[in-house]
């Protein structure tokens, strides 16, 4: 049972353009997101997450949207630039009197941001 | 560097041989969480250490694996009698628990293990 599903497995974009990668959910559970980005032989690194509480959040080039009717949110970066590409990963945690911290994961959308 | 580190980064092994992989976590940080990734798919979680206490195994994480943390600080992954589906990137992430207002966990590089 894919609780985080990431339907796009890739993306190209030019550079300077807007990139936007997206993310659903099935888990109504979920109370905050994440998102990580990952470069070829190195962990995952944090990238900007939001709260169920609210529906936009922003850092920077990175603005992360949540659409929880939907059970939708997505990731816009302006402007893309060459060094974004990498592979990013949605990810969700559940929050409760016993939280444990773990998030689970989609399977990730390659960017590649082309100069 | 005060980051999550692995130990090995890669490892290769013959099937039926036994490996054990090492993660040193953020030293304040009382969480400490084990992936596994695979080619094409997202961290899958394995198991969850808060301080020396195991508090959750995930179903993928079979009889031939076991995970310690035995003083609450380095952690680590052992798996029997590999096989070539246990080949993958094992991540390790720690989180300093309680009153994170992002949720993050910080991931070390992962260990690498090839089952031949």
């Known amino acids: 049972d894919q609780q985080v599903k990431q339907n796009s497995p890739s993306l190209s974009v030019q550079e300077g353009r807007i990139s936007i990668l997206n993310c659903d959910y099935t888990n109504s559970m979920f109370d905050y997101f994440l998102w990580y980005k990952k470069y070829p032989a190195e962990g995952p690194t944090f990238l900007i997450s939001?709260?169920?509480?609210?529906d936009k959040n922003e850092d920077g080039r990175f603005t992360v949207f949540l659409n929880k009717s939907a059970k939708h949110l997505s990731l816009h970066i302006v402007p893309s630039q060459p060094g974004d590409s990498a592979v990013y990963f949605c990810a969700a945690g559940e929050g409760s009197s016993s939280n444990t911290g773990k998030l689970i994961f989609g399977q990730g959308t390659t960017l590649q941001v082309k100069p | 560097d005060t980051g999550v580190s692995q130990d090995p980064r890669h490892k290769i092994t013959k099937r039926g041989q036994n490996v054990t992989f090492r993660c040193d976590p953020i030293s304040e940080h009382n969480r400490l969480y084990w992936y596994r990734q695979t080619l094409g798919q997202g961290p899958e979680f394995l198991t969850y250490f808060q301080n020396e206490a195991q508090l959750e195994k995930s179903r993928l994480l079979s009889d031939r694996f076991s995970a310690e943390r035995p003083k609450g600080s380095f952690s680590t992954l052992e798996i029997q009698r590999t096989e070539q589906g246990d080949s993958a990137m094992y991540l390790c992430?720690?989180?300093?628990?309680?009153?994170?207002?992002?949720?993050?966990?910080?991931f070390g590089e992962g260990s690498r293990l090839t089952v031949l």
């Open positions: 939001i709260s169920s509480i609210k």
């Open positions: 992430a720690s989180s300093p628990g309680s009153g994170t207002n992002t949720g993050e966990l910080f």
